[in-house]
């Protein structure tokens, strides 16, 4: 079955980064866009990334652009999030997510559990 | 900008539930529903603004198209109390999702 584990969450000081890793297993990866979401605690979806089976389409929330980077490798079935420069506000369980090839990257039917990231001094 | 309302709904089991999502402009049909119970990832309920998902009973239903957009329960389940969150993906991202709407018990 279609399985997606985040890891690479942790504490971090502001201005620090963060590398977080998505591994999928049970799907062709190639052919699926895949994407991150975040949530804050106690608060609601923001959609933070998502890049494409080739990596030839990338997109970024305003919130993280300049900040953070996506990347796959899909010899490993992985994709990754480069966080940079990290505020207070990009607290949040960070979710992998993708959908059916056909979604081309809009709609999530597969998540992941998800990996905590705090931003705190 | 995604508007749900209201922000909490207050329905007995067996009831019928109508949940509303706002978009500041026109996203044709690309609109999703999702559910979230508490410690899970979310669960995409609707798609399309009103194809159920894979497994999605038929009590739930999506309809609208433009700015506005309702999903209905038709008779709540124990299952069925959750956080609901609209998101649309008209055009091109970033995608947004709306702020939520939590169905409790009364």
């Known amino acids: 079955q279609v399985q997606l584990v985040e890891s690479g969450g942790g504490l971090v000081k502001p201005g620090g980064s963060l590398r977080l890793s998505c591994v999928t297993s049970?799907?062709?990866?190639?052919?699926?866009?895949v994407t991150w979401i975040r949530q804050a605690p106690g608060k609601g979806l923001e959609w933070v990334s998502y890049?494409?089976?080739?990596?030839?389409?990338?997109d970024y929330a305003d919130s993280v652009k300049g900040r953070f980077t996506i990347s796959r490798d899909n010899a490993k079935n992985s994709m990754y999030l480069q966080m940079t420069r990290l505020r207070a506000e990009d607290t949040a369980v960070y979710y992998c997510?993708?959908?059916?090839?056909?979604?081309?990257?809009?709609?999530?039917?597969?998540w992941g559990q998800g990996t905590l990231v705090t931003v705190s001094s | 900008v995604m508007t749900q309302s209201p922000a909490t709904l207050s329905v007995s089991p067996g009831e019928r539930a109508t949940l509303s999502c706002r978009a500041s402009?026109?996203?044709?049909?690309?609109l999703a529903w999702y559910q979230q119970k508490p410690g899970q990832a979310p669960r995409l309920l609707i798609y399309?603004?009103?194809t159920r998902a894979t497994g999605v009973p038929g009590r739930f239903s999506g309809s609208g198209s433009g700015t506005e957009f309702t999903l209905t329960i038709s008779s709540l389940q124990s299952e069925d109390f959750a956080v609901y969150y609209c998101?649309?993906?008209?055009?091109?991202?970033?995608?947004?999702f709306g702020q939520g709407t939590k169905v409790e018990i009364k």
């Open positions: 049970g799907f062709t990866f190639t052919d699926h866009y």
């Open positions: 890049i494409s089976g080739t990596s030839e389409y990338t």
């Open positions: 997510a993708t959908g059916s090839p056909g979604f081309s990257g809009s709609y999530y039917e597969y």
């Open positions: 402009q026109s996203i044709r049909s690309n």
């Open positions: 998101q649309q993906c008209d055009y091109r991202p970033p995608w947004t």
């Open positions: 399309g603004t009103s």
